[in-house]
């Protein structure tokens, strides 16, 4: 019989996963950071118990993230990734052979060194020698940084808790904005669609402070609660989703395994009581 581990949301829900074993415990300064091997899903980084990532169904964030922002520009060559000590994000980055520079900005450096060991399919982006790592508080790096520095900002970020929730705040948002070039972009994860309307609108809200234009989007992650999921994709500049630069997309589409080119455009398309959620913080 196997042991079982459990995700808890809000003491409403419970996931829970069969495990093998537990193959990393690690009490970093910041958070507890576990990886298991679980039935289902193989391999499972749990950060204070919450899931990160799975072997199985890693590749979606990661993707969704990733591509979106890099083919709503129109020409990336400095990209800046807060958070994503998995490498997963920076994976996905460096398939673009037009990127000059990838900068990793990860609060706890025990992250990537626990990702190293057990999920070298997602950091084997890191040794690319246009990555550059930086062990750093993410609002505080930023702060520090010089304006219009970057491309692409990429805000792959934990949970709105612990050390994650500065990352979640109009001061964080407009720091990215500053530290964003003339057309640049910002994609940030947002939490799942069913979640309370009151964090969802105030994670939109706060966007609003510092973006003018702001486009939400979706996927299915099975393993994150209630499976679908949301990013959001801002600018100050007008955003088309539709008018992605498709000859882009194409050269690192072939390894993809979920985003397509339909979906880089359906994706925003939203359901409607995710659509009400939101403009309940826009009245």
């Given at each position: 019989m196997?042991d ?14 069969a495990?093998k ?6 009490k970093?300064d910041?958070?507890d ?6 039935l289902a899903?193989?391999?499972?980084l ?25 083919c ?5 060559r400095d990209?800046?990734v807060?958070?994503?000590?998995d ?5 996905e980055?460096?398939r ?6 990838v900068?990793?900005?990860e609060i706890?450096g ?7 060991q057990?999920f070298?399919?997602l950091?084997?982006g890191l ?14 790096f ?6 219009d520095?970057?491309?692409v900002?990429?805000?792959d970020a ?8 500065c990352?979640?705040?109009p001061?964080?948002y407009?720091?990215?904005a ?11 994860h947002?939490?799942?669609p ?10 939109d809200?706060?966007?609003k402070?510092?973006?003018?234009h ?22 100050n500049?007008?955003l ?8 882009r ?9 979920y ?20 403009n309940?913080?826009?009245?």
């Amino acid at each position: 019989m196997s042991d079982w581990i459990y995700e808890d949301e809000g003491g409403q829900l419970r996931y829970g996963y069969a495990i093998k074993a537990e193959l990393a415990h690690v009490k970093s300064d910041f958070q507890d950071i576990k990886v298991v091997d679980s039935l289902a899903y193989g391999k499972i980084l749990l950060i204070d118990d919450v899931v990160m990532i799975t072997a199985q169904d890693e590749f979606v964030y990661r993707e969704m993230i990733t591509h979106v922002p890099l083919c709503n520009h129109a020409s990336p060559r400095d990209v800046l990734v807060i958070g994503g000590g998995d490498g997963g994000v920076v994976r996905e980055v460096v398939r673009y052979s037009e990127i000059n520079t990838v900068t990793l900005c990860e609060i706890d450096g025990a992250v990537i060194e626990v990702c190293r060991q057990h999920f070298p399919e997602l950091t084997g982006g890191l040794q690319d020698k246009r990555v550059k790592i930086e062990i750093a508080d993410g609002l505080k790096f930023l702060a520090d940084s010089a304006p219009d520095r970057y491309d692409v900002v990429i805000v792959d970020a934990t949970d709105p808790i612990g050390p994650g929730r500065c990352l979640y705040t109009p001061e964080f948002y407009r720091s990215v904005a500053r530290a964003l070039r003339d057309g640049g972009v910002m994609a940030a994860h947002t939490e799942s669609p069913w979640g309370q309307s009151e964090m969802l609108c105030r994670i939109d809200g706060n966007i609003k402070t510092a973006f003018e234009h702001v486009r939400p989007y979706l996927g299915t992650v099975p393993t994150y609660p209630r499976g679908l999921w949301s990013w959001t994709l801002a600018a100050n500049r007008a955003l088309d989703p539709a008018s992605f630069v498709q000859a882009r997309f194409q050269a690192v589409a072939p390894p993809l395994r979920y985003l397509t080119a339909e979906l880089m455009v359906s994706a925003f398309h939203l359901p409607r009581f995710y659509a009400q959620k939101l403009n309940a913080s826009r009245v």
